[in-house]
């Protein structure tokens, strides 16, 4: 069982995590496994999130391999999708990076169907997380077990300034989740939630990215407004790991 002691600031504009490694603690603090009222109401559209990230560092406001990641509800996808336009801005850039719009799947699929047909690092850690089905299964209560699958088709970024040679892959992903109860913040709940998985690219490289994650849920809203993500790569590339801590500081309906 992984534990770790936690603070928070105020949901949606931040969660804070204290000090325990990228997905190797979970976040735990304050848990009530059995909590009485765990019922959610519907989520309403969310329209325009923003994350604060930190690649290889903590998410700060500043500094080396920060920045913000904005994703802005473009539509609905007549397959049963939305559609979301994704644009990363890291700190001290002179303009924010390229804009990629992608649909996201309620299972937690992605496809990446418009020119350059790509997702950043900071990106693919949160995008198939919006997928309104992906922690349909904590509905039953906050410790919840449960495996989610689906495919990511995209020119998958390694790297926070490299691509992957421009090749648009399928990538087969399978998780494993674990409630690990609830969390009070400010007299609200939020649900803690670790992740471990994989996804394989399907093609010539037959790529594996090893995925550990710990993750905060607000179940009114049912999206992240924490995950602190541990990535590994298989076989050895020049980039052989790295994490991406995001909190939410920003929402709108």
């Known amino acids: 069982v992984l534990a770790a ?17 990228p997905a190797v603690s979970a976040t735990a603090a304050a848990t009530s496994p059995a909590a009485a009222s765990h019922a959610v109401a519907p989520p309403r559209t969310v329209r325009h999130l923003v994350y604060r990230f930190g690649y290889n560092t903590k998410a700060h406001a500043s500094g080396d391999g920060t920045g913000t990641t904005t994703l802005d509800y473009v539509g609905p996808a007549s397959d049963g999708g939305f559609l979301l336009k994704m644009t990363d801005d890291w700190w001290m ?9 992608c649909e996201v799947y309620p299972s937690g699929g992605v496809s990446c169907n418009q020119a350059p047909f790509a997702m950043s690092p900071i ?48 990538w087969l992903c399978a998780y494993n989740l674990t409630g690990k109860g609830t969390v009070m913040n400010n007299g609200q709940p939020l649900d803690s939630v670790y992740a471990e998985g994989t ?40 980039i052989n790991k790295y994490t991406v801590e995001t909190k939410l500081i920003r929402v709108q309906h």
């Open 5 to 21: 002691a936690a603070s928070f600031a105020s949901i949606p504009a931040q969660a804070q995590q204290t000090s325990p490694p």
């Open 123 to 170: 990106q693919a850690v949160i995008v198939p997380l919006l997928g309104k089905n992906y922690f349909s299964a904590l509905s039953a209560g906050p410790t919840a077990t449960w495996k989610q699958s689906y495919t990511v088709r995209a020119t998958f970024t390694p790297g926070g300034n490299q691509g992957f040679l421009g090749q648009v892959r399928n």
């Open 199 to 238: 996804m394989n690219q399907q093609g010539s490289r037959d790529v594996t990215v090893n995925q550990k994650a710990n993750i905060l849920v607000d179940p009114r809203l049912q999206i992240p407004v924490y995950v602190d993500e541990l990535v590994t790569f298989g076989p050895r590339m020049g």
């Open 93 to 101: 850039s002179a303009k924010p990076r390229q804009s990629y719009t």
